[in-house]
């Protein structure tokens, strides 16, 4: 299950093999700051999107609600029953019972804060998916995955509840990402999707009485690495779990293609037999591209370990993109793209991205290149270029060099 952001981020979901998407729209829903929300007007393009490549879509609810919230919240869910969305994301008692109201299919989301079977029980007469607390280990997770079997506790739907767990992204230093941090320091709330991320600064702790600054290993002590668990994807699917949640949708396009591709490919070599300590290696290495804040491989999954905390603010991605141009035109016939160089240089052998809202996120090496019907081995600003390009891009696709990380950049 991949988050979607943008147009260019759902794209790069279903090309890399993602089963369900989810998004939000307006403001009640956990992004409404990060990401550049869809709006109402949006809904139907997505359905059809997602129903055109047999993907399912679903739609965040999940802040707190307020009164002055209700009629909007009412109108979103009337529109994505309209428009044919799979299930709603909520948390809100409100945002439960009146999608459940118009037949909407609901999941229950992590800030919910399920931790126990009772709880599973009780949400079941709701929820068909329920997306346990970010806090449980694996072995309790198993537990519970194993009582809805045994106690046959089945959602509204007519099915055995199911479970979700994150796999993957950013952590929060909250239970389950209920902080109110923000609120108390900027009046701006992270419950209500505007968290203005206090908690990634570096800070000191200093004695008042005596002026006297304490000595700690790591300012960032609020901000945890990012959870990575492609080392035990094994672990999670014996555990019971249904749904492997990746989170981002503030994230950008390459990282939603990367990570779902990555992930898709862990749980089918597993279920091939053939997931293996090397290939866990080279997923890391190949996650570690992409935004992130360093990686705890495990996260609370594995046990209470304390003290992984990211260290730095802003990503440790090994690689970047750097703009170069956009699409002028695409040859299908001989699979060849135009590009105008807007910025920068290009050589042979560059490996490159090439991002829009239809195309999702194509990734491959320049081979060769053609500058006014020659072969040349550079292209710098201002000229009109070809390349051979597999698959096929669109007009006005922006193109963008991948290149190693530089020290001290702070990547977004």
């Known amino acids: 299950m991949a988050p979607a952001g943008s147009y260019e981020a759902l794209q790069a979901a279903i090309n890399a093999g993602a089963q369900s998407i989810y998004f939000g729209i307006e403001q009640l829903n956990m992004r409404a700051r990060a990401a550049n929300n869809f709006t109402i007007e949006d809904l139907r393009k997505i359905v059809a999107i997602c129903k055109d490549k047999n993907v399912k879509a679903y739609l965040t609810l999940n802040t707190i609600m307020y009164d002055h919230d209700l009629t909007l919240l009412q109108t979103i869910c009337k529109a994505a029953k309209e428009a044919g969305v799979a299930a709603v994301i909520c948390s809100d008692i409100a945002a439960i019972s009146y999608a459940r109201s118009l037949g909407l299919e609901v999941h229950l989301s992590t800030q919910t804060n399920v931790t126990n079977i009772e709880a599973v029980k009780f949400y079941a007469l709701y929820a068909d998916v329920i997306v346990l607390a970010r806090e449980l280990t694996i072995q309790q997770i198993a537990t519970i995955c194993s009582e809805i079997k045994k106690q046959e506790i089945k ?31 900027y009046n701006s709330s992270a419950n209500r999707g505007a968290c203005l991320q206090n908690c990634r600064r570096s800070y000191k702790i200093i004695d008042e009485e005596t002026g006297d600054e304490l000595v700690v290993d790591n300012k960032y002590i609020m901000s945890p690495k990012d959870l990575c668990t492609i080392g035990f994807i094994d672990k999670i699917l014996e555990a019971g779990v249904s749904v492997l949640k990746i989170e981002g949708r503030g994230r950008a396009p390459e990282y939603v293609d990367m990570t779902v591709k990555t992930y898709r490919e862990a749980v089918v070599s597993y279920y091939a037999g053939t997931y293996t300590p090397e290939k866990v290696e080279h997923w890391i290495s190949e996650l570690e591209k992409v935004f992130n804040r360093g990686f705890w491989h495990g996260g609370y999954y594995l046990g209470k370990k304390l003290g992984e905390w990211s260290g730095a603010y802003g990503s ?21 793209g135009e590009f105008v160089m807007e910025a920068g240089t290009m050589n042979v052998g560059d490996e490159i991205y090439i991002m829009g809202p239809t195309t999702g996120v194509v990734q491959t090496t320049v081979s060769s290149l053609m500058l006014n019907e020659k072969t040349v081995s550079v292209a710098a600003k201002g000229a009109v270029i070809t390349i051979p390009i597999e698959e096929k891009i669109r007009e006005n696709d922006q193109l963008y060099k991948i290149v190693e990380r530089r020290e001290g950049v702070k990547t977004a």
């Open 316 to 336: 440790k991605a090994t690689t970047e993109k750097v703009y170069l141009g956009k699409v002028r035109n695409y040859y299908q016939k001989t699979k060849v």
């Open 155 to 185: 959602g509204p739907g007519g099915e055995l509840v199911q479970i979700e767990i994150f796999v993957h992204g950013a952590l929060c230093v909250a239970v389950s990402g209920k902080c109110y941090m923000s609120l108390g320091t």
